[in-house]
């Protein structure tokens, strides 16, 4: 019996070049098509850190933490400490607002930080107050601050010496990462929105006076 089918080995039809590869032009729908995927190699994307927010507080005792030493990231300020659903938080009090609720503001020094593992934050230090009450605790958290400046440091409290004392860490940590933003830009990151009073009808005010 005679078969109706060719049963040789199939012919290359498609000529091929020294490396093995099609000699045949590219075709841009196919996806796998060696010629044209290697006449447009993949880019590389190139992307900005963007921060979004900043937080307003003091560094914790359990993170590392550096402190922008330059002058321009430093600044003195007063702040409200207002204790809301999350816990105590910093409202920014601009100076033509700090006569109306002078009991409840703090002076404060505001200080640029970054932990280890790169986050920014804004540190409100308060300041020593003038009749000397918390003195040591003002004076030891700012004797920190000019450690942090050039030494990675973590910052604890010791309640039986009244004050805090740093601890510097024994690994090398590598160089601090500071985000391209003025001080201008990171307050208003970590007090605009409802963390600026702008009013003397600001909500932390009106629970302040008991009118909420």
Known sequence: MTSNYDLSPNPITTPLTSTGESAMPSDPTDPFDVAALRAAPPSVAVTEHV?????????SRQEFFRVRPEPEFTID?????????????????????????????????????????????????????????????????????????????KMVGNRSAGAYEAFTATGDLGMPQWPDYDLGGLLRLAFGGDRLIESPDHDVLRSIRGEM
Request: aromatic share 8%; proline share 9%; net charge positive.
């Open 51 to 59: 921060l979004v927010k900043v937080t307003a507080r003091r560094p």
């Open 77 to 153: 300020g007063t702040v409200i400490e207002f204790q809301g659903p999350n816990g105590k938080e910093d409202y920014w009090l601009p100076p033509s607002l700090r006569h109306v609720a002078p009991e409840d503001t703090k002076a404060v020094r505001i200080f640029t930080c970054v932990s280890k593992a790169g986050v920014v934050s804004l540190w409100p230090a308060r300041l020593p107050s003038p009749d000397g009450s918390g003195r040591t605790w003002h004076e030891s958290a700012l004797a920190v601050v000019d450690l942090a400046k050039g030494a990675w440091v």
